[in-house]
């Protein structure tokens, strides 16, 4: 009958007895064993089937030397197929004796079982164990041995020699798995130390990073007596960018600025970026003051070339502040707050230029600060007004509406106007609730003013390209026109051709939503973008608006005249009106009226006034009651003006 029990393992026998192999392999060779011939006629007679007795199967192989055995093991471990267990002979003359055959093979191999078999009893099994030290892996049979005694080894011995083989594959498997899981987690504590360090956008070191950079900067210089200067930037109207462009588009920008701005830093020097648009340079061991001011000319320079974005030319420039220790301060927090003074009054003085701290700088700083605060709090307390700059017809001078601008009435320093207060609301992120708070109040006055009797004075409202982009615009609108219960048609916003063009296709969809509403739309500052005439045919607008920039020289510039002719033609072929801004002459103004410009605003005929000196200009002009009623020079032409809803009738 076949043996299907499985193979327990490989077993090798080393013993320079031959006859001793073939006992071994008497044992283990057969799968079971004949009954003697009397129980087998026994079961015969009884009708007794014979029954054979099953043994585990092994592999087995013979070396007749110390020598030959080990270099079996080593063929076994090449081969991965090493031996469960080996039957050792103590003494084979001439070669290795038991105990130096069994040191051998536990060299190559010390997981292998081992089983001494011996005929003499001139060995102190105790100091044999003693030099093995393995004592977990022998066992010690006396020659002549019984076949029982030799099966019970091999049975237990290759069972505890294949469990301690899957304990060891799995402790293998768990140290891989904690191995890749320990060095991920080393990965990713040193991204997370690195993260904690670094800017996320830029890979520049952050203000953690850089903090620690100039307290072994300052260490350094007051140990080798050697200055250094920290220079820092603040890129000048980036949030015009981000409005115009998307926050994605302001990343590329700070990105690339970062890049350019890295190329320029020595080894020794320190880059950092502190947030926004602000970056520093820590440049080490300056010999004297116009070392660090030479370094923030390199980085003009290489921020001079333009950075393409969405297809288009983007030039950068930024204001930098240097301060320099030990001078200009002896602590991190002095010198940082030092160096932004500096940079704040160069971006004071024009930006794109390089202004060294001096004394009294710190103090128009926390002015500054101060001013940021009361500017949080001034709308709650009603401080701002709305100033009015009349629109002039050119032909007839008769005013056909009204520029509303916002004023800051400070308690302390008095009327303050846009120019000052207006990038400050952009970069502390209220220019949306001013913006708002700037159409519910121009359409409330044009709904006054009408109820006095005025009933076509439209206002016009200034919108920034946050607004234009990412505010709520159109219910602002909506919401401010119900309030007030205003006609649409008398409420104007004007947007600037460089927002526009940011985003042509998001522009259509929102000026067609704006025409929609009946609300009249101005392109501001007209000719100073890059408007191509396929977008400038598709935006429903009603009104081009030349820059003051044109107008300026328009007497003594032959270019400018042709360049405000080219744009009256343009509107009108599409059927637009022309307002010009910036009028302050009458030769201006008749030039501009030879011209065939439809409007102006501007000094010649009055600066933006308050409500009430407003409202005289028009009571001054309501002598021509025709002149105040809805002319055709003032009629929109927008292209969905179709969709705009019908204004009622009055009775009779």
Request: hydrophobic fraction near 45%; include cysteine.
């Amino acid at each position: 009958m076949p043996n299907n029990l499985p193979l327990l393992g490989r077993v090798l026998v080393i013993d320079d007895n031959r006859a001793i192999h073939e006992d071994f392999h008497k044992i283990f060779g057969c799968a079971a064993e004949p009954e003697s011939e009397l129980l087998a006629a026994e079961r015969l007679l009884l009708g007794q089937a014979a029954t054979p007795v099953s043994r585990p199967a092994f592999e087995i192989d013979s070396a007749l030397q110390g020598e030959e055995g080990v270099a079996r093991v080593k063929q076994a471990l090449a081969a991965e197929r090493p031996y469960a267990l080996a039957f050792v002979d103590m003494r084979m003359p001439p070669g290795w004796d038991g105990l130096e055959t069994i040191e051998r093979l536990w060299a190559i191999d010390p997981n292998v079982q081992v089983v001494i078999c011996s005929a003499h009893s001139d060995y102190d099994w105790v100091e044999v164990v003693a030099r093995l030290d393995h004592s977990d892996k022998l066992l010690v049979i006396k020659k002549p041995f019984e076949a029982i005694e030799v099966l019970q080894c091999a049975n237990a011995l290759t069972r505890k020699w294949e469990n301690e083989r899957i304990l060891r594959r799995q402790v293998e498997s768990l140290e891989r798995v904690v191995e890749a899981r320990t060095k991920g987690l080393e990965a990713a504590n040193k991204q997370l130390r690195h993260l904690a360090s670094h800017d996320s956008l830029t890979g520049l070191p952050n203000r953690v990073l850089l903090d620690d950079r100039l307290a072994q900067a300052v260490a350094r210089a007051e140990r080798d007596g050697q200055a250094f200067a920290l220079a820092m930037f603040d890129l000048d109207r980036f949030k015009l960018v981000n409005d115009s462009f998307g926050h994605r588009a302001g990343d590329e920008l700070l990105k690339e600025v970062a890049h350019r701005l890295a190329g320029i830093a020595r080894n020794t020097d320190t880059l950092a970026r502190l947030g926004g648009d602000e970056f520093v340079i820590v440049i080490d061991r300056i010999v004297q003051r116009e070392d660090a001011e030479q370094a923030a000319r390199r980085a003009v320079e290489a921020l001079q070339s333009p950075i393409r974005l969405g297809g288009i030319d983007i030039r950068v420039s930024a204001s930098i502040g240097i301060a320099i220790f030990p001078q200009d301060g002896k602590s991190v927090e002095t010198l940082i707050a030092n160096a932004d003074a500096a940079m704040y009054c160069a971006k004071q003085r024009g930006r794109n230029n390089i202004q060294y701290f001096a004394p009294g700088m710190n103090a128009v700083t926390q002015e500054r600060v101060k001013l940021e605060s009361e500017l949080h709090a001034a709308l709650g307390l009603r401080q701002f007004e709305l100033h009015y700059q009349p629109k002039v017809d050119t032909a007839t001078g008769v005013i056909h509406g009204a520029e509303a601008l916002v004023r800051w009435r400070h308690p302390e320093h008095g009327l303050i106007l846009p120019a000052e207060f207006i990038p400050m609301a952009e970069e502390c992120g209220l220019i949306d609730s001013i913006g708002a708070w700037v159409i519910r109040e121009g359409c409330r006055q044009a709904r006054d003013w009408q109820l006095q009797g005025v009933p076509h004075m439209r206002v016009a409202v200034n919108l920034s390209a946050f607004q234009f982009r990412h505010g709520n615009l159109l219910q602002v609108i909506s919401d401010a026109l119900q309030a007030a219960e205003l006609d649409p048609q008398l409420l104007e916003v004007e947007i600037t051709e460089t927002a526009l063009m940011s985003d042509p296709e998001e522009s259509v969809a929102i000026l067609e939503q704006l025409s929609r509403m009946g609300v009249l739309v101005s392109v501001d500052d007209f000719g100073t973008g890059y408007s191509s005439m396929s977008y400038l045919r598709r935006f429903p607008i009603d009104k081009l608006k030349i820059d003051r920039g044109f107008i300026n020289e328009l007497l003594s510039r032959p270019d400018d005249v042709s360049i405000v002719k080219a744009i009256v033609s343009l509107a009108h072929s599409l059927q637009l009106k022309v307002v010009a801004e910036g009028v302050e002459t009458p030769e201006q103004r008749e030039l501009l009226k030879a011209l065939g410009c439809d409007q102006y605003q501007g000094f010649c005929f009055s600066p933006a006034v308050p409500v009430a000196e407003f409202t005289a200009l028009l009571r001054s002009s309501q002598n021509n009651t025709d002149a105040m009623a809805e002319r055709a020079t003032d009629r929109t032409y927008s292209k969905l003006a179709v969709y705009r809803p019908a204004k009622p009738r009055t009775g009779g």
